[in-house]
């Protein structure tokens, strides 16, 4: 296949035929990662729950329960529920992880710090929205799609998410200047 034809490649896919789910993957690999990325602060991590991903997607076609209409949708609704079930586990069983890196010798020290604690601040705000507004944001910001992509991936219309990313830039805000001002 020279141009990358999704309905093709959904009828191909229920056969799992090796070279279709081979293009699946180098298709949609760097978007699934993306979503992913946006959403848990950890490159190793992303990577392992996007590949996850493509397991569920051979999985769920071998039990004749994969995408029938869209397999970029069903793999961002995938990634969306991992991620989530891994914040779920993550917030039962909080873990906190040592850098294995130094801090190089030519940075300055404070500049380094600064932006890890905003890192650490803008990460405790994110994990106080719902799943729906933290799935918005990284459909908008994550994954850079328009509001009627977004819309659509959504199954909402593009006024709603409009409301919906108004509501929570708004309480992004506000947990920032709580989290900062105390």
């Given at each position: 296949?020279?141009?990358?034809?999704?309905?093709?490649?959904l009828?191909?896919?229920?056969?799992l035929?090796?070279?279709?789910?081979?293009?699946?993957?180098d298709?949609?690999?760097p978007?699934v990662?993306?979503?992913v990325r946006?959403r848990v602060?950890d490159?190793q991590?992303?990577?392992d729950?996007?590949s996850?991903?493509?397991m569920e997607?051979?999985?769920?076609?071998n039990k004749?329960?994969?995408?029938q209409t869209?397999?970029?949708?069903?793999?961002?609704?995938?990634a969306s529920?991992a991620v989530?079930?891994?914040l779920?586990k993550?917030y039962r069983?909080?873990v906190s992880?040592?850098s294995?890196s130094m801090?190089?010798?030519?940075?300055d020290i404070?500049?380094?710090?600064d932006?890890?604690?905003?890192a650490?601040?803008m990460?405790?705000?994110l994990?106080?929205?719902?799943?729906?507004?933290?799935h918005?944001l990284?459909?908008r910001f994550?994954q850079?799609?328009?509001?009627?992509e977004?819309?659509t991936?959504m199954?909402k219309?593009v006024?709603?998410?409009?409301?919906?990313?108004?509501?929570?830039?708004?309480?992004?805000?506000?947990?920032i200047?709580?989290v900062i001002h105390?």
């Amino acid at each position: 296949m020279t141009e990358f034809d999704d309905t093709q490649a959904l009828t191909n896919l229920q056969n799992l035929d090796s070279q279709i789910v081979g293009a699946i993957y180098d298709r949609y690999f760097p978007e699934v990662y993306r979503y992913v990325r946006y959403r848990v602060d950890d490159d190793q991590l992303a990577e392992d729950l996007a590949s996850d991903v493509f397991m569920e997607l051979l999985e769920a076609v071998n039990k004749r329960r994969g995408p029938q209409t869209s397999l970029k949708g069903w793999l961002i609704a995938a990634a969306s529920n991992a991620v989530n079930d891994h914040l779920r586990k993550q917030y039962r069983r909080p873990v906190s992880e040592l850098s294995e890196s130094m801090a190089d010798q030519n940075s300055d020290i404070s500049t380094c710090v600064d932006s890890r604690e905003d890192a650490r601040v803008m990460r405790a705000a994110l994990t106080l929205l719902t799943e729906e507004q933290q799935h918005v944001l990284a459909l908008r910001f994550g994954q850079g799609y328009s509001l009627e992509e977004t819309a659509t991936r959504m199954e909402k219309n593009v006024n709603a998410v409009k409301a919906l990313q108004f509501r929570a830039l708004a309480s992004l805000q506000r947990q920032i200047g709580e989290v900062i001002h105390g």
